[in-house]
């Protein structure tokens, strides 16, 4: 992050020294991202039919799994509308002049059926190696990885082709984020250049709600959570026990590294040892209420940056459906953050301009969002425990 960050300051810094000249370095991060879009498709597939191809028997537990899954998506959704609501009352200023060419490139247009075919479905196996069509080939990788489940022993080797691909492609994800620095700092002069001052005060104005919103969701969200789970005793018993696991995600960026803590503090709250087990780890990777205030503001910036409208019911909820995909996609790979903005930028037609401020903003992000992605799967340990546990059971600790 920090590399990053230096990248985009002394972007910026040429864009405003040099002005129009700066336009030169756009090839440089044109490179950047054009390697990004080639590797993000084998990069996604293996990595999600790879994931599900190797769960185990001991992570179908049934009840505990539903409820799982069912906290997981309404936390998210409702972290997402807390964001909007924020971006409603707070607009982010839409006086960002574009090019004719841009501009051309993104228009508001309304979704047809046909639309939403093309958008989970393709017509041909080869376009599902086109990012236009990445959320078709997700729910294809979705399809791989259950067909190589019930395959069983049979398809042992192709589950091995699967793992095989997944690592491969994660480390040529990783290969292709070391020049990350120079590549966002050569798009950014270009777009200081192009937008001119005015880009820092958008990008100054989402850092505020961002922050904002995130900060109020971790106090009063979290709080109410606890509440749901175990009343003022699981609001003791939470807040008590996430100081370790909060210091842990700030200090790290890191919802992985937070794991650790994550188990023990759990335990403490009072969680059972088997829902902690499942819901910790898994949550780890499927669960990002940060993530999901982060893809919010980053569609409502990119909106605002093409002269595009953030409302309207299609928008919105395309915008929740993309939420949710980024949470999940974001866990299992590295800098899956990257690979869920071109997913929101491919669902919404948007050229590939829109990637680096996306990027920007998720970095600047990052640490406040990870602290939300952490610290969120503790007090749904808590809520899954209360909803699958007896109800007259006294489940939460506060000694």
Known sequence: MIWLLTGIIAGSIAGIVFGKQAEIVKPVGDIFLNLLFVAVIPLVFFGISSAIANIQGSQKLGRIMGVMAATFLVTVLIAALVTIAAVWLFPIHQNLALSSDLAAQSTNKSISGDQLTQL????????????????????????????????????????????AGNEVFKNVFILIMKPAPIGLGAYFAYQVALFGPSLFGTYAHTMGIGYGVSIFYYAVFFSLY????????????????????????????????????????????????????????????LHKEGSSISSILKMAVVFAMFGRSFNGPEVILLALGMTVLVSIVEGGIPNGGYVGEILFISAYGLPPEALPPAIIIGTLIDPIATLLNATGDTVAAMMINRFVQEKNKTVFNTE
């Open 120 to 163: 989970f479905t393709t017509g041909e196996f080869f376009q599902l190696l086109s990012r236009r069509n990445m959320l078709a080939m997700i729910i294809f990788a979705i399809l791989v990885g259950f067909g190589t489940l019930k395959t069983g022993e049979k398809g042992h080797a192709f589950k091995q082709f699967l793992n």
């Open 226 to 285: 606890a509440f749901i789970a175990g009343g003022l005793k699981g609001i003791k018993a939470y807040w008590k026990n996430n100081i370790i696991p909060s210091a842990t995600a700030i200090g790290t960026c890191s919802s992985i590294a937070t794991i650790p803590a994550n188990l023990e503090a759990a335990k403490k709250m009072g969680v059972s040892d088997v829902i902690t087990g499942i819901t910790i780890p898994l949550g780890g990777t």
